[in-house]
Structure formats: structure tokens, C-alpha cells
């Protein structure tokens, strides 16, 4: 068809006036690369169009058959980034040659021209044929090539190209009609200025598309910024990954669905991704803590979304973003926080990221339990429907939450990256020496509330101190079981973590808590303190578990009812440590200002007070282990493997200082009868005192122990021969007061023995041999003397008669 058409306009060339074709000709040609936008068209319109229509009122259609072919053909091999190959030169050439010819006829029909006043009518009904005859063809090729139905493509990328083809024939016909009045050379040479018009135009369009296209690389940055915002909450949080992945989702087509203003829709976009950018500031053991949350620990949670608004007020965004971030937890009937919007209160935005959020977080598994089923978690979200959430969001949520969550699968799918958290870096040295951390700074108590307001970045790094001091106070008291050891380095600790002026460490025993570890101010008020359990500050925080914040330090020693026994120190933090067996003790920080501990201070110590409480408890048992295998269970003397470890490290000393020891054993007369006569019970409370009484006759630097059964030794360190008579007088004395308080009567004495150092031996074997033969030679004497007095008392109670026989 399109050879046809050629063909009969070259055989029936008709050109009245030759120059003005090839004007006209020439033009066209030099315009075939001027494009202009139009809706439906990927490459542009080519002003060309323009000559075409205007040859359809000014050429005959020999001429604009061959002009519009001609152009076409510069347009193919001239225009184009990539030439097309020959089918479709054939095909863009036949088919501009077929709109032409059909559009001259129509205009040039001797019908038509019967009625010269209908020359607008005629350009128009030739218009829209020359617009039929050259779009349908091309919509029939691309959907032969593509395998889309002809008629949809030409409905969605032809048809709104024909306004711009009407247009274009009135632009013709007000040229046609300038051409009659001035002629046609003047038409031609308003070309240039019309190009130079144009050309202008064009750059002032470019200019403004410069413009939007750094616009739009502004929006992208800032929103690559935001996601790498979140990827900052990534990196803290593992769950927070597909979290905001499902929730952005969800948002986006919740809004969509309510019908949110674009500006809206942008602003919920954004704070879907970062809502949760406030928890910077919340410690990472609360945010993994797989459990439960204390009350001390919720309320460091609840800081999230005033930090995070705080943080994303500097970003400055065109859109409302900050009011959604800092209000996402309100809940619709005002019992959510931070400030307890309700209702229309609640911007829409934060109301629809309020439910979406819950419902992700209950189809999630977290450290703290198992996801739920998306259908249970559902309906779970639906009872909160008008008390927690807005009903027309839980009903939007309700029609498509299945659909949404096939979106967010496919999301997640297609954006599964995640930051190389696991990695092992090989290279890089170990520094010289590490930084020197700094302890969380305290919020002044009279500090204004926009200067708590403000301060975010110190939240951020209070909360990563936090976490690095937690990590050092377990492993420190998790490194030694000595008590000592253990709450020296933990009083070291504390002071970095929440600072004080003073601390101590009660340990219950029965129902008194005695001070096992005290340092810092009034040190020697609290060392001298035996607080009943029940009195005082630490005593009532053990009776009843429960901890105390800014209580008065000075009613710790009210139980003496001594004025004067007071504390400087204004203000105390005590709270209960609780082991396996129940409360160990209390740990008590002070401060010289009043109402200086925040609830901080007493999160974090609720935080590490069962570890403390295990790591006391621990230490009390091996001390206790310790003790066992060194003291004697009945009476608290060493025993035997302690008296030879004691004595070994006393002889060394003595040689080295050419000093003598004295060594004395004893055994109990009389120990036998009272365990027959009174019970092993009473026998083991004669121990007792026998072994107090002992202790009581010893200087400082004196050692008694017990060997076993009724026997013991002394060593006396100093003693020489000869100097021991005084201190046999005192033993000997001692037991007798025994004997007497408890059996009112002689009942129990004891034998001595002694040995010397160096004179009887070198080492404790021989000097404690020694000292046993002497104990029973004394021993048998004593034995011999009882019987013959025994002998001489029964002869002298004897008749007269009985002695003559």
C-alpha cells in the first residue's frame, strides 16, 4: 500500500510552484530531529508533524506525499541513536505515505470542495484520518511483536496523542491562512525565529529538568539516608530487619487503602522505616532480654519514640514524619505513652503504624517467645480494635492483611541483604593500649526539661557504656570465688556505672546483716553496723525484697537509738540480692546530694543484683568449704591440718628470728564420765566451752586448736622453759570454771603437757611427740594421786576393827 501510494504521487507529480516545495522541503527536513514530550510516546513528537499538516493545506498531495516520506526517511538514518534495520524503514516510510494520502484525499475530495467555507471541517475530519492511517498500523505492529492485543496498545499509547495532532492542523491552518495574507516566503522565514523561540523554550525546559532531576537525587539520597538509619537499627536489633521490612509494606497499602493524602502517605513511607531509631538510646541487654521486662527496664523502653522524634527533628523532612515516630505507641483510648494522645488525637499516620506494628510483632518470633500464626495475631489485633487501635484501621488491616503479607514476602525476597554482623576480620593489630571509658553522665536533678529533652546523643552513648560496664561486672564477678576479691572488683564497677559516695555490701546472717564490704564515706560508721533485718534502710529492703530509691542514709543506724551515730550522706539506693536460697543480702549505694539516683541507677542494678546475689552466694560457700576443711566443725578451733600448716609457718618464722616456741598439749579428765552420764549432746556443748574457755586464756598471736576427741594444742611463739608455769595456772583455772558452771562441782580438769623449741625438737612432729609424752606421764600422776587419796578417803571411813583385820 505504502509503495502504491508512492508511486502514484511521483507518476501524478504535481508542484505549481517548485521553490516553495523545496522550501518548505528543506525546513521540514532541518526540524525532523526536533522532538517534544507527549503522553503515550516514549521517543517524542517530531515538529515535523507540523509540515506535513501544513503541506496538507498548502501542497498538493503529490508534494506532501513525498515530503512527509522524505522526512521520515532523515528521521530514520539521521536521527535516530541506533539505526533501524530495513523492515522497519520500509514499514515507517509505507505507512506515513498510506496517513498522507488518505489525509490529502479527504481534503482535496472534489466533495469537500464543494463547500469552501468548510475548510476548518475539512482539516479536521483530514486530521483525524492522516491520525487513524498512522497510529493504528503501529499499534498492530507492536502487538504482533510484543503479543499484546492491538487495541489495548493503541488505546493506552496512541489515543492520547491525538489532541497533539489537532493542534498541530490549527497551528497549519493559521499558517495557511498568514501564508494567503503576507505569502508564502514570509511563512518560511519565520522558521528561524519560531526554532529560536523554540530553541529557547527547550532550554528552559531543560533546565527546569536539570532541576527535578537533582530534585529527585536529593529525595533518593535522603532516602538511602533514612534506610541506612534503619540498617543502624539493624545492626543493634536482629529482629528489626524483616520487622521493617513487613511493617513498610503494610503502612504503605493501609494508607493507600484510607485514602492519606500523598503528603501523608510520604510522611508514614518514612517513619515506617524509621520508628523505632529512638531505640539507640535503650540498652542492648533491654532490647534482647528474652524474658519479661522489670517495670525500671520498661520505663528505659518507653524513651524510644521521644528520642527517635528528637533525632529525626534535625533531619528536617518536607513531610510529617516526626509527629508519627514520636506517637506510634499512643493507643486509642489514651493509655499509651508517650503522652497519652487518644483518638483523633493520634495522627492517622502513627494510628495505622500503631496496629501494623503490633500485628508484625505478634507474627514475629522475638527473643521473649514464639511468633503466633498471622490469623491468631490477626484476631488478637482485633479485640484491641477501639481500645489500643483505631477500628477503621483494624478493619482496613482486616480485609487485606492476607494479601499484604504475600506483598511483604515478596519485598522481603527481594531485598534480602543484611549487614555482615558475623564476619571475622583477620587483619589489623591489636592497639597499644585501649580507650579509656567514660561513665554515663548523670542528668542533674534541677536540670530543665528542654535540656533533658535535647541531650540524645548522650542517651545513645550512656546506653552503649551501659552495655560494655554490664559485660565487664559479669565477667569480673563471675572470675573469682573469693568475697573479698569479688566485691572489691565490684565496688570498682559500680562507681563507673552509677556514680555514689559511698557503698555497702550487707550479707544476712540469721536475722542480722552484717557488713562484708564498705567503701567510701562514713566507712567506719557503716563497718561498725550489725543491722537487724527489718531496721534501717537495708534491714527493711531484706525483710521485704523489695528495693528503696532516695531513701535517708542516717535511719541505718537508728536501730542503737544513738544520737550520735548518724550519716552526712543525703541519699541511698538499696536493693535486695536474691539467690537460689533466698535474699544473701542488700547492696546499698549512697550520695552525699539529695535525690540523687534516678530510676536508671535502680534499673541497672536490678539488672546485675541477682548476678551479684549468685556470685555472694557462691563466694559464702566456698569460704564456707574453706573454713570446713580447716576449722574444727563443733567448737570454730583449727583443726589438726590447719594447727600443722600454722605451726610449719611458725617454726620457719622462728628460725629465721632464733625466737624459741613453747608447745602445750591437753587432754580432758574426766570428759568420759560426763558422756555417760549426761549424753553425747552435753558432751559436745562441754566442747564448746572447753574450746571458748581456751581461746579466752590466748595472747593475739597465740594458736589453739583441737587435735580430736577431748585433746588440744597451744603454741605459744616466745616462750621459753620455764615461762610456761603461769600460763598452766590459767588453763587449769580456766577449766576448773568450766566444770564448775556446768556441773556445779570438780567434775572436769585437764593434763598438760610441754615442749620446746629448740631444745626438744626441730619440728612439730618431734616437739608435739615430746609434749604427748609429758601430757600423759602428767596424766598418770594425776591418776595415782586421785587413787591413793581415793585409798586413804575409803581406809579412814573404815571401823577400827576392819583396819586390825
Not at 483510648?333 to 502513627?350: R, S
Not at 518470633?365 to 490477626?378: C, F, G, K, S, T
Request: net charge neutral; hydrophobic share 45%.
Amino acid at each position: 500500500m505504502g509503495a502504491i501510494a508512492l508511486a502514484v504521487a511521483v507518476s501524478a507529480w504535481d508542484s505549481p510552484d517548485l521553490l516553495k516545495f523545496a522550501g518548505f522541503l528543506v525546513l521540514a527536513a532541518l526540524s525532523a530531529g526536533i522532538r517534544f514530550d507527549a503522553p503515550g510516546s516514549t521517543s517524542g513528537l517530531s515538529i515535523s508533524l507540523l509540515f506535513v499538516l501544513f503541506g496538507i493545506v498548502e501542497l498538493t498531495p503529490s508534494e506532501t506525499v513525498v515530503l512527509a516520506a522524505t522526512v521520515t526517511l532523515v528521521q530514520c538514518f539521521f536521527t535516530q541513536k541506533q539505526r533501524p534495520g530495513v523492515e522497519q524503514i520500509a514499514f515507517n516510510v509505507s505507512t506515513i505515505a498510506v496517513a498522507v494520502s488518505v489525509a490529502t484525499w479527504f481534503y482535496h475530495s472534489p466533495r469537500m470542495l464543494e463547500n469552501p467555507e468548510g475548510a476548518i471541517l475539512r482539516l479536521a475530519l483530514a486530521t483525524l484520518a492522516f491520525f487513524l492511517a498512522n497510529t493504528v498500523p503501529v499499534a498492530f505492529a507492536v502487538g504482533i511483536a510484543e503479543g499484546f492485543p492491538a487495541w489495548s496498545v493503541w488505546r493506552a499509547s496512541c489515543l492520547l496523542l491525538l489532541p497533539y495532532y489537532l493542534g498541530g492542523a490549527a497551528v497549519a491552518q493559521i499558517a495557511s491562512i498568514a501564508a494567503r495574507l503576507a505569502g508564502w516566503p514570509t511563512v518560511l522565514l519565520t522558521g528561524p525565529v519560531l526554532y529560536l523561540v523554540f530553541r529557547s523554550y527547550r532550554l528552559y525546559i531543560s533546565r527546569l529538568e536539570n532541576e527535578r532531576n537533582h530534585a529527585a537525587a536529593v529525595t533518593g539520597l535522603h532516602l538511602r539516608t533514612i534506610e541506612a538509619l534503619a540498617l543502624a537499627i539493624e545492626a543493634k536489633d536482629d529482629t528489626t530487619h524483616d520487622h521493617l521490612a513487613r511493617v513498610q509494606v503494610y503502612a504503605r497499602e493501609i494508607a493507600r487503602e484510607l485514602g492519606l493524602s500523598a503528603e501523608e502517605r510520604e510522611a508514614l513511607q518514612a517513619a515506617s522505616i524509621l520508628h523505632d531509631i529512638g531505640k539507640l538510646a535503650v540498652p542492648e541487654h533491654i532490647i534482647s532480654k528474652p524474658g519479661r521486662l522489670t517495670p525500671e527496664e520498661f520505663d528505659k523502653m518507653k524513651i524510644h519514640p521521644i528520642v527517635g522524634a528528637e533525632i529525626l527533628e534535625r533531619v528536617q523532612f518536607p513531610y510529617p514524619v516526626v509527629p508519627i515516630v514520636r506517637a506510634h505507641h499512643e493507643k486509642w483510648n489514651g493509655t499509651g505513652y508517650p503522652h497519652g494522645l487518644k483518638g483523633e488525637e493520634i495522627p492517622i499516620g502513627a494510628r495505622i503504624l500503631a496496629a501494623v506494628d503490633c500485628l508484625d510483632a505478634l507474627a514475629t518470633d522475638r527473643q521473649y517467645r514464639r511468633a503466633l500464626p498471622l490469623d491468631e495475631a490477626m484476631k488478637v489485633v482485633q479485640k484491641e480494635s477501639g481500645t489500643s487501635f483505631d477500628p477503621r484501621v483494624v478493619e482496613a488491616l482486616t480485609k487485606h492483611y492476607v494479601v499484604l503479607e504475600k506483598m511483604a514476602k515478596e519485598s522481603r525476597a527481594a531485598d534480602p541483604a543484611k549487614l555482615s554482623k558475623d564476619v571475622k576480620v583477620e587483619r589489623g593489630l591489636a592497639p597499644a593500649a585501649g580507650f579509656e571509658a567514660t561513665a554515663p553522665s548523670v542528668q542533674p536533678a534541677g536540670a530543665t526539661p528542654a535540656a533533658q529533652a535535647t541531650d540524645f546523643l548522650s542517651l545513645i552513648a550512656a546506653a552503649r557504656q551501659e552495655v560494655q560496664a554490664l559485660f565487664e561486672v559479669s565477667q569480673d564477678l563471675g572470675n573469682s570465688l573469693s568475697l573479698d576479691e569479688t566485691l572489691s572488683l565490684l565496688g570498682v564497677r559500680l562507681r563507673r556505672i552509677v556514680p555514689h559516695h559511698g557503698l555497702a555490701i550487707w550479707v544476712q546472717r540469721g536475722a542480722t546483716l552484717m557488713p562484708e564490704y564498705v567503701a567510701g564515706d562514713d566507712f567506719r560508721l557503716f563497718s561498725s553496723l550489725q543491722i537487724p533485718v527489718g531496721q534501717g534502710l537495708s534491714g527493711w529492703v531484706a525483710e521485704n525484697r523489695k528495693a528503696i530509691i532516695n531513701g535517708n542514709p542516717s535511719v541505718e543506724s537508728g536501730y542503737l537509738n544513738d544520737p550520735t551515730k548518724f550519716s552526712q550522706l543525703r541519699s541511698a539506693l538499696a536493693v535486695p540480692l536474691e539467690g537460689t536460697g533466698g535474699v544473701v543480702g542488700v547492696l546499698t549505694l549512697y550520695h552525699s546530694d539529695r535525690d540523687a539516683f534516678t530510676k536508671d541507677h535502680l534499673r541497672i542494678l536490678l539488672a546485675i543484683n541477682g548476678k551479684i546475689a549468685i556470685s555472694i552466694e557462691n563466694a559464702l560457700r566456698y569460704r564456707q568449704a574453706e573454713t570446713s576443711a580447716t576449722t574444727d566443725y563443733l567448737t570454730g578451733l583449727p583443726n589438726a591440718r590447719s594447727l600443722f600448716l600454722q605451726f610449719d609457718a611458725e617454726l620457719s618464722r622462728s628460725r629465721r628470728n632464733e625466737q624459741p616456741i613453747a608447745v602445750l598439749t591437753m587432754d580432758l579428765n574426766g570428759f568420759k564420765q560426763v558422756n555417760d552420764r549426761y549424753g553425747h549432746l552435753e558432751g559436745n556443748r562441754t566442747l564448746r566451752a572447753v574450746g571458748a574457755a581456751l581461746k579466752s586464756v590466748c595472747r593475739e598471736y597465740d594458736q589453739v586448736a583441737r587435735m580430736g576427741g577431748d585433746e588440744f594444742v597451744m603454741v605459744l611463739p616466745g616462750a621459753r622453759v620455764g615461762e610456761t608455769r603461769a600460763k598452766f595456772e590459767q588453763l587449769y583455772s580456766a577449766i576448773a570454771q568450766v566444770s564448775q558452771e556446768m556441773f556445779f562441782g570438780p567434775m572436769l580438769s585437764v593434763s598438760i603437757g610441754a615442749a620446746y623449741f629448740p631444745d626438744d625438737g626441730n619440728n612439730a612432729d618431734e616437739l608435739l611427740s615430746v609434749a604427748d609424752r609429758r601430757m600423759y606421764s602428767e596424766k598418770q600422776s594425776q591418776r595415782r594421786d586421785a587413787t591413793s587419796s581415793s585409798r586413804i578417803l575409803r581406809e579412814r571411813d573404815q571401823p577400827a576393827s576392819a583396819l586390825v583385820n
